[in-house]
């Protein structure tokens, strides 16, 4: 077993379950009750969904590599990928973070804390493994 896939698979679950329910709730009901052009709305509504998506497979394949259900050859890619999208995703939340007109930007902007713990936990299961 490996404790790094599971710990990482365990914050990405945790982060899946979050963005469909307080996500939905707090993003996803306010953008689809608020007044814009129609194909905008619809098209935030598919990308929410596609996060959805990533970040369920992103927690299955780690929990899968944590119990070894995956060889270590066939994950190496996947798993780099995964490491990869989820350190993005924290370096650009930060950086808009950083240059928006929010005031106190990382009270609402928090998940970075949850991607770049998930890249990191990654990354040091493929390296130390």
Same mark, same amino acid.
């Given at each position: 077993?490996?404790? *790094?896939?599971?710990?990482?698979?365990?914050?990405?679950?945790?982060?899946?379950?979050?963005?469909?329910?307080?996500?939905?709730?707090?993003?996803?009901?306010?953008?689809?009750?608020?007044?814009?052009?129609?194909?905008?709305?619809?098209?935030? *509504?598919?990308?929410?969904? *596609?996060?959805?998506?990533?970040?369920?497979?992103? +927690?299955?394949?780690?929990? +899968?590599?944590?119990?070894? +259900?995956?060889?270590?050859?066939?994950?190496? %890619?996947?798993? +780099?990928?995964?490491?990869?999208?989820?350190?993005?995703?924290?370096?650009?939340?930060?950086?808009? %973070?950083?240059?928006?007109?929010?005031?106190?930007?990382?009270?609402?902007?928090?998940?970075?804390?949850?991607?770049?713990?998930?890249?990191?936990?990654?990354?040091?299961?493929?390296?130390?493994?």
């Amino acid at each position: 077993m490996n404790i *790094y896939f599971l710990l990482a698979g365990i914050l990405a679950a945790l982060t899946s379950i979050g963005h469909l329910t307080y996500g939905k709730r707090r993003f996803l009901g306010p953008m689809q009750q608020a007044d814009f052009e129609p194909v905008a709305k619809t098209i935030m *509504y598919c990308v929410f969904h *596609y996060i959805s998506i990533f970040l369920l497979l992103s +927690a299955l394949i780690l929990l +899968a590599c944590a119990f070894e +259900a995956v060889s270590q050859m066939q994950s190496f %890619g996947m798993l +780099a990928f995964i490491a990869l999208n989820f350190g993005l995703f924290a370096i650009w939340q930060l950086y808009i %973070g950083l240059m928006s007109d929010l005031e106190r930007p990382f009270k609402h902007l928090f998940q970075w804390i949850l991607f770049l713990s998930i890249s990191i936990l990654t990354m040091l299961g493929v390296i130390l493994t």
